[in-house]
C-alpha cells in the first residue's frame, strides 16, 4: 500500500528565511503527488501538484516542489517565507480507483514563523 | 471553493446516537470523497462515490456508511457514535469539465464533531 512520510511533525523559521518540508512517498508505480496547506481553523487548499513532466513544479504563494524519483521523495521549498506562511502543510500521493483519485495523506508538518 | 458546502459545522453528540453529515455541491461533479482528520494521522479517507449510488470503502471505514441519492449531495452516517469517532470530517470533490477528471480535490470547510 501507499504511504507518506513528512520526518518533520513541527518546524519554526524566522521571517524572511527559506524553508524546504520534507515529503517521502511509497508507491509502485509514477506517483500523483501533492502538497496542501491549512492555515489553523480552515479547510485544507491546494498548493501545487506533480503529474508528469517537468520534475520541478511551482505552485501558489510563491512554492515550489521538487520530484526526485531516485529518493522518493517531493519536496517543498519557498526562498523567503512570511509570517502569513504559518499554517500545517500535508504532502499526498493519488491513488486511482474506478475513475476516482484516493488521496493518502502525510501526517503533516506544523510551521511556526517567527518574527 | 468549488461550490462545497458542509453540514452541520459543528455537532456534539453522545456515544451510541446516529450522526448524519451532509456534504453538497452545486456544481454536478461526479467524483465526491470523506475524510477525517486527527492529530498525528493528517487526513485518511473513510469513503467514496464514483457516481450515484456508486460508492467504495476507504481506509478507515470501519463503523461508518455513505449514500449518494443524487449528485449533489453525499451523506456520512455514523450508525452509532463512539468517542474514537471524535474528528474533523472533510468532504472532497474531484473537478471534472467535458467528461475529464482533473487530478487535483477541493475541500469543504469541515465538520467538527464531538462525541462525549
Known amino acids: 500500500a501507499q504511504s507518506v512520510t513528512q520526518p518533520d511533525i513541527h518546524i519554526t523559521v524566522s521571517e524572511g528565511a527559506s524553508l524546504e518540508l520534507r515529503c517521502n512517498y511509497s508507491y509502485g508505480a509514477t506517483p500523483y503527488l501533492f502538497w496542501y496547506v491549512q492555515s489553523p481553523g480552515q479547510g485544507l487548499q491546494l498548493l501545487l501538484k506533480?503529474?508528469?513532466?517537468?520534475?520541478l513544479v511551482q505552485g501558489i504563494k510563491g512554492f515550489e516542489a521538487e520530484f526526485k524519483r531516485s529518493q522518493s521523495s517531493f519536496n517543498l521549498r519557498k526562498p523567503s517565507v512570511h509570517w502569513s506562511d504559518a499554517a500545517e502543510y500535508f504532502c499526498?500521493?493519488?491513488?486511482?480507483?474506478?475513475?476516482?483519485?484516493?488521496?493518502?495523506f502525510g501526517q503533516g508538518t506544523r510551521l511556526t514563523i517567527n518574527p | 471553493d468549488a461550490g462545497i458546502t458542509q453540514s452541520p459545522r459543528h455537532k456534539v453528540t453522545e456515544t451510541g446516537t446516529p450522526v448524519t453529515l451532509r456534504c453538497h455541491q452545486t456544481?454536478?461533479?461526479?467524483?465526491m470523497y470523506w475524510y477525517r482528520q486527527d492529530p498525528g494521522h493528517g487526513l485518511r479517507l473513510i469513503h467514496y462515490?464514483?457516481?450515484?449510488?456508486?460508492?467504495d470503502k476507504g481506509e478507515v471505514s470501519d463503523g461508518y456508511s455513505v449514500s449518494r441519492s443524487k449528485t449533489e449531495d453525499f451523506l456520512l452516517t455514523l450508525e452509532s457514535a463512539t468517542s474514537s469517532q471524535t474528528s474533523v470530517y472533510f468532504c472532497?470533490?474531484?473537478?471534472?469539465?467535458?467528461?475529464?477528471?482533473?487530478?487535483?480535490?477541493?475541500f469543504g470547510p469541515g465538520t467538527r464533531l464531538t462525541v462525549l
Open positions: 506533480y503529474f508528469s513532466g517537468d520534475t
Open positions: 499526498a500521493v493519488g491513488e486511482w480507483a474506478q475513475g476516482a483519485q484516493k488521496l493518502v
Open positions: 456544481e454536478n461533479h461526479r467524483y
Open positions: 462515490s464514483y457516481g450515484v449510488k456508486d460508492t
Open positions: 472532497a470533490i474531484s473537478l471534472t469539465s467535458g467528461g475529464a477528471t482533473y487530478n487535483e480535490q477541493f
